[in-house]
């Protein structure tokens, strides 16, 4: 799994406007739509906020990784929103979140998702990187941050 096939600026929003965990969850959709890797938003929607249910996707420091599983796609997709304003996501910490990495996989392969997820999962451990990725306004950049 290399993040720099899956993440391009064009699945990069810099300035997410929602002010609720749903919002949020509706602005990544679109941004998957919009750059064509997601045909069905409401069958998309439905399986990231049942696992919402079952347990919050926001993490630690900021970052939220709301993701699901849907066969209306036959490979993994991601994107990358950055919040103007921190947003309360039910944090395992109970911090609000800024960063939100959503990434969707299809029902039958766990691989990909597993392995994203452990990519990704390097953001939790660098404040470094978390505050550059805050601080930038070029979206190419934030791939790069996220994949060096």
């Not at 990069?12 to 990544?28: A, C, F, P, R």
């Not at 890797?37 to 993490?59: F, H, N, P, Q, W």
Request: aromatic share 2%; hydrophobic share 40%; with cysteine.
């Amino acid at each position: 799994m290399d993040l720099r096939t899956v993440l391009t600026p064009e699945t990069v929003n810099l300035h997410l406007k929602g002010k609720t965990k749903e919002e949020i969850i509706d602005e990544m959709l679109d941004i998957l739509v919009s750059a064509g890797k997601v045909s069905d938003k409401a069958a998309a929607r439905e399986c990231v906020l049942e696992r919402e249910t079952k347990m919050s996707t926001g993490m630690k420091h900021g970052i939220a990784i709301p993701h699901g599983k849907t066969d209306t796609i036959s490979d993994l997709v991601a994107c990358i929103g950055i919040s103007d304003n921190p947003v309360d996501f039910d944090s395992l910490d109970q911090e609000p979140c800024r960063i939100f990495i959503m990434t969707l996989s299809p029902v039958n392969k766990t691989g990909p998702h597993l392995q994203f997820l452990a990519e990704v999962s390097l953001l939790f451990k660098s404040a470094e990187k978390r505050q550059q990725i805050l601080e930038t306004q070029d979206k190419a950049e934030v791939i790069k941050i996220l994949t060096e």
